[in-house]
């Protein structure tokens, strides 16, 4: 089972268009992290939600975390084709001797149509 | 431009042969990890190393291990390839192994034949 499940998994829409994308779990995060990788790069930190309720704005871009932090969404107002790329979302899990791995989902891949 | 560097960018193997790939991480970084994205997933966590040492390790098999140099520089080996190990491979350097800020390079594109 995966421990952060993203939705939709696949997005088309066309350029001036509201989206927005999910990530859930059964989970109580800490934070949670939203990467966006565009093809042929590595992933690249975008906002990380610490507090419950807690919203970010990154220009046309909103995080939410939610309430009982476990789960996130991400809100993009007229969207353009430079926002098209694979956005991930994360946590960071203990797992043990002081050691921390990043968890990623599967990611929602989004083209936005000129 | 994370100052991550990843090589070699891409590399064809053949089954059962054995790859090595190269990572530069951030000045001032000493935390490196690895993942494994294959097509259409996320990254998936391999190992992470600090100072010099392996500091944790997801779901991989002993065939996958790493070194990480005085330079906080680091490699990926991976023995006896399998199909399945066809991916990029991503390196991500941190300052601190308890961060999740992680900073990734463009990441080596494997294809196992």
């Known amino acids: 089972t995966q421990l952060l499940e993203q939705s939709p998994q696949f997005l088309s829409i066309q350029e001036g268009e509201n989206l927005t994308v999910y990530c859930n779990s059964s989970s109580v995060f800490s934070s949670l992290q939203w990467y966006r990788q565009e093809p042929g790069e590595g992933p690249v930190l975008l906002v990380t939600?610490?507090?419950?309720?807690e919203v970010k704005k990154l220009k046309r871009l909103t995080f939410q975390f939610g309430d009982a932090r476990k789960d996130s969404s991400l809100h993009i107002t007229a969207a353009q084709p430079g926002d098209t790329g694979l956005y991930l979302c994360?946590?960071?899990?203990?797992?043990?001797?002081?050691?921390?791995?990043?968890?990623f989902g599967k990611g929602t891949k989004l083209s936005v149509i000129p | 431009e994370t100052g991550v560097t990843q090589s070699p960018t891409h590399l064809i193997k053949t089954r059962g042969q054995q790859v090595t790939l190269r990572c530069s991480s951030q000045s001032g970084h000493n935390t490196v990890s690895w993942y494994q994205q294959a097509l259409g997933q996320g990254p998936q966590f391999i190992f992470q190393?600090?100072?010099?040492?392996?500091?944790g390790r997801g779901n991989f098999p002993p065939r996958f291990s790493g070194l990480q140099f005085p330079n906080y520089s680091s490699e990926l080996n991976v023995n006896a390839l399998e199909l399945d190990d066809s991916a990029l491979y991503l390196c991500?350097?941190?300052?601190?192994?308890?961060?999740?800020?992680?900073?990734f390079g463009e990441g080596s594109r494997l294809t196992v034949l």
């Open positions: 991500a350097s941190s300052l601190l192994k308890d961060t999740g800020e992680l900073f």
């Open positions: 939600v610490v507090t419950g309720g």
């Open positions: 190393y600090y100072r010099e040492e392996e500091n």
């Open positions: 994360a946590a960071l899990l203990y797992s043990g001797a002081g050691s921390y791995q990043l968890t």
